[in-house]
C-alpha cells in the first residue's frame, strides 16, 4: 500500500451544526456537498476532510454507532510561532469549539493547546522545536 491519506472522515452529530463550524466559524472553503456529507479539501487538495452524519457513518463502516470520549485520534495543525498557536485557538473558540488544553509549553520543546470541535474532536495546534515542512 502506498504511503498516502485521502480523506479524513469524522462522523458528526448534526451535519448543519459541523458545517458551519468550519465554513462560517473557521473560513474553510465547502469543495463538495451532496444531501448527507460536506467535503472540505486541504493544502494543495490531494486530501480532504469530509463531515458525515455520525449513525450513516457507522452503518457505513458496520460497526455500533454508540461511542464517546476520548476516540484514540486527534487532528494537528502544526504552525510556526506561539503567537499563531494563540491565534488558532482563539479563533476555534470564537467559532464555537472549546478549548480543552490552553496553549503552555510542552514536554517535548515545543508549544501547543487543544481544541475540540462542536462533536468532541479533538484538534492540536502546535508549533515546535522543529520546523516541520507543513508548519502553516
Known amino acids: 500500500m502506498k504511503q498516502h491519506l485521502s480523506v479524513v472522515t469524522l462522523g458528526v452529530r ?3 451544526r459541523a458545517k458551519q463550524f468550519y465554513s462560517d466559524g473557521l473560513g474553510w472553503t465547502v469543495s463538495a456537498e451532496e444531501g ?14 469530509a463531515l458525515y452524519p455520525w449513525d450513516a ?8 454507532a454508540a461511542g464517546d ?14 503567537n499563531r498557536v494563540d ?5 476555534a473558540e470564537r467559532a464555537g ?6 496553549a503552555q509549553p510542552t ?9 475540540a ?11 515546535g522545536a522543529t520546523k516541520l515542512p507543513f508548519a502553516e
Not at 491565534?87 to 479563533?91: C, I, K, M, N, P
Not at 469549539?97 to 490552553?102: E, M, N, S
Not at 517535548?108 to 481544541?115: K, P, Q, R
Open 57 to 64: 457513518l457507522a452503518d457505513d463502516a458496520g460497526v455500533a
Open 107 to 115: 514536554d517535548w520543546g515545543g508549544y501547543g493547546g487543544y481544541f
Open 97 to 102: 469549539g472549546a478549548i480543552v488544553k490552553p
Open 14 to 16: 448534526d451535519l448543519a
Open 69 to 82: 470520549g476520548f476516540r484514540g485520534v486527534t487532528l494537528s495543525y502544526v504552525v510556526r510561532s506561539e
Open 117 to 127: 470541535d462542536p462533536d468532541g474532536y479533538l484538534w492540536e495546534v502546535a508549533s
Open 36 to 49: 448527507r456529507w460536506v467535503l472540505f479539501k486541504l493544502g494543495d487538495g490531494s486530501a480532504a476532510l
Open 87 to 91: 491565534a488558532v485557538l482563539a479563533e
